[in-house]
């Protein structure tokens, strides 16, 4: 069974809207960890219905080490994104990882990413699961 650490900050509305499609598309082929970078954020992303979930720093650097995948905004990468949420240390066990990472081109930061299409959240969303997440899940 595939591990999938979604991580998200703030109200966490976009690690749950991650969480429903990905419980729409597998059910309960895979395991999902909320990691929020609050404790607001991971209730939410609890509610749409993660199997587990953990807040803060240290929950998110120990639990991406046993990651298959880490799914967020392009901001879990930058250390202070999310108006600070984001640790240094968070930003480097997310970058550190041998899990595979899969980032919506969304960041509140100065940053853009040339060639990212400018596409709604849902959009990106089913991108994300059906079209990237899928055939990894499915390969033997």
């Known amino acids: ?5 979604v991580i998200d900050g703030q109200g966490g509305g976009i690690g749950s809207a991650v969480i429903k499609k990905l419980k ?6 895979i395991e999902i960890i909320a990691l929020g970078t609050n404790a607001i954020a991971t209730s939410q992303m609890l509610k749409a219905r993660a199997n587990r979930g953990a807040s803060g720093e240290n929950a998110i650097v120990q639990t991406v080490k046993t990651a298959d995948v880490i799914i967020g905004t392009i901001g879990i990468l930058m250390a202070n994104a999310m108006m600070g949420e984001v640790t240094p240390a968070m930003a480097a066990a997310v970058a550190d990882s041998p899990a595979r990472k899969i980032l919506i081109p ?3 930061e100065p940053v853009e990413v040339v060639g990212t299409p400018r596409a709604p959240l849902p959009h990106l969303i089913e991108e994300l699961v059906c079209e990237t997440l899928k055939p990894f899940i499915n390969a033997k």
């Open 1 to 5: 069974m595939k591990r999938i650490c």
């Open 24 to 29: 729409e598309i597998f059910e309960e082929r």
């Open 106 to 108: 969304l960041s509140q």
